[in-house]
Nanobody, 128 residues
Framework: VQLQASGGGLVRPGGSLRLSCAAS????????VGWYRQAPGKQRELVAI???????NYAESVQGRFTMSRDNTKNTFDLQMNSLKPEDTAVYYC???????????????????????WGRGIQVTVSS
């Protein structure tokens, strides 16, 4: 199972960017999904997460500016970032708790396991 992250880049303050994350492989189900970020010299922090409920939860610092969504039919989830600020500059990581098949048999009674998966970091730079 892999998480493929895309998007990011350089944008001026007030601009917008969209990050996407796609899961692939022997997936049984995708549980929690989220986005984290890590700025230079700081610890990784949660940006947004969708757990068992459908409604995303956001960090206070991005509330009202960022919107997270997921498409369970495509095993993808996105982060739309609007009104970006210089303090949003960071490496962003997508995260998913995925239940996956442990073997080639995917029918009834198939063996599955669950663990956290992380996508590659994506640089987001907000600067004039």
């Amino acid at each position: 199972v892999q998480l493929q992250a895309s998007g990011g880049g350089l944008v001026r303050p007030g601009g917008s960017l969209r990050l996407s994350c796609a899961a692939s492989g022997s997936i049984f189900s995708i549980n929690d999904v989220g986005w984290y970020r890590q700025a230079p010299g700081k610890q990784r922090e949660l940006v947004a997460i969708i757990t068992s409920s459908i409604t995303p939860n956001y960090a206070e610092s991005v509330q009202g500016r960022f919107t997270m969504s997921r498409d369970n039919t495509k095993n993808t989830f996105d982060l739309q970032m609007n009104s970006l600020k210089p303090e949003d500059t960071a490496v962003y990581y997508c995260y998913a708790d995925i239940t996956y098949y442990r073997g080639s048999y995917h029918g009834n009674g198939a063996k599955v396991s669950s663990r956290e998966h992380w996508g590659r970091g994506i640089q987001v730079t907000v600067s004039s």
